[in-house]
């Protein structure tokens, strides 16, 4: 059975690359919304034409972000929803939302900082982890029922 995983949120850190590497042992496929900023700004005008207002402009791109988005969720088996310092991802808390919403299973990953910003997103999520090697970790867990080596834990 392959897990398919949805990785959702900020996009100015290694964080989807350090999963899919640790994961890559596991029987998993990944999905992502575009990651190249600009692309993702500009696709609504590069495909449908050029607006004058930026509000327009970003509606476009918005909504054309959301066929990919939306249907990666609906798609995904397990959704990880993964909040950075360098921005507010408004639009991961809605990715976050909406697998939620759909009845996915919602990892939420995020630094420790964020805990009181984030809680009802957290209360949503079937695990809020730190780090991406514990998104690994669970999803080895629910493939294969491993526990990662408490010994190589100790240490860390």
Not at 8 to 36: C, K, M, N, Q
Not at 43 to 66: P, R, S, T, Y
Request: charged letters at 30%; one cysteine or more.
């Amino acid at each position: 059975m392959t897990l398919k995983v949805y990785l959702s949120g900020e996009i100015h850190s290694d964080w989807r690359e350090r999963i899919t590497v640790g994961a890559r042992d596991l029987d998993v496929s990944f999905d992502a919304p575009v990651t190249d900023h600009g692309a993702s700004d500009d696709c609504g005008v590069a495909i449908l034409g050029a607006e004058d207002q930026k509000f327009w402009h970003d509606h476009k791109g918005a909504k054309l972000n959301a066929i990919r988005t939306r249907r990666g969720i609906e798609q995904a088996d397990v959704v990880v929803v993964r909040f950075g310092d360098k921005y507010k991802q408004w639009n991961a808390a809605f990715d976050a939302g909406y697998a939620s919403a759909l009845g996915k299973a919602l990892v939420v990953l995020h630094p420790p900082e964020h805990q009181h910003a984030l809680k009802e997103v957290d209360a949503a999520a079937l695990a809020v982890a730190e780090e991406p090697e514990q998104v690994v970790e669970i999803l080895r867990y629910v493939l294969t029922g491993a526990l990662p080596d408490r010994a190589a834990r100790a240490a860390e």
